[in-house]
C-alpha cells in the first residue's frame, strides 16, 4: 500500500507494487509509532528510485513538521536509519516520468537506554537491544 500507519514492533515498507517498478504521481506516507520508551531503527534491504526526481523521506517525529533525518534518491541511502524518539514518518514522492525498482524497508524497535548504554561494550548490541 502507499502509506499507513503501523504499529507493531517489528515491520516491513515497501514501495507501491515492490518488487516490480513503482508507478508515477505517487504521494505516500508511513508513519511508524512504537511503544514509548523506544527507538526505530530501520533497515534498508533495498532501494532504487529516480535519481534527483523520486524521493523517500524520513522525518523524526510523527509528521513532516518533524526535523528531518535525510532525503535520499537514486540507490545511495545509509544501510541504517534511527530516530530519537518512537515515532518516524516517511514519504514518497515519484514524478510524472521514469520509475525504478523502489525500496524494501525493514524496522525495529530498539529499547533506547539498553542500546545507548550497551552498544559499545558489547559487540552484539542489537541482540540485545530488541524490544521482546
Known amino acids: ?22 508507478s508515477n504521481y505517487l504521494n505516500c506516507a ?14 534498508v534491504v533495498t532501494f532504487a528510485t529516480e535519481h534527483n526526481w523520486d524521493s523517500l523521506d524520513f522525518f523524526d517525529g510523527v509528521d513532516s513538521s518533524a ?32 520509475s525504478a525498482a523502489g525500496f524494501h524497508l525493514e524496522y525495529t524497535a530498539l529499547l533506547r537506554p539498553c542500546c545507548l548504554k550497551t552498544m559499545w561494550d558489547i559487540p552484539s548490541w542489537e541482540n540485545e537491544c530488541h524490544l521482546p
Open 1 to 22: 500500500p502507499c502509506g499507513g500507519v503501523l504499529t507493531e514492533r517489528r515491520g516491513t515498507i515497501l514501495s507501491p507494487g515492490y518488487p516490480e517498478p513503482y
Open 30 to 43: 508511513w508513519r511508524i509509532s512504537v511503544p514509548e520508551g523506544a527507538g526505530i531503527q530501520i533497515q
Open 67 to 98: 526535523p528531518r533525518l535525510g532525503s535520499y534518491s537514486g540507490t545511495t541511502i545509509p544501510q541504517l536509519l534511527n530516530s530519537t524518539s518512537n515515532n518516524l514518518y516517511l514519504t514518497f514522492q515519484s514524478d510524472i516520468s521514469v
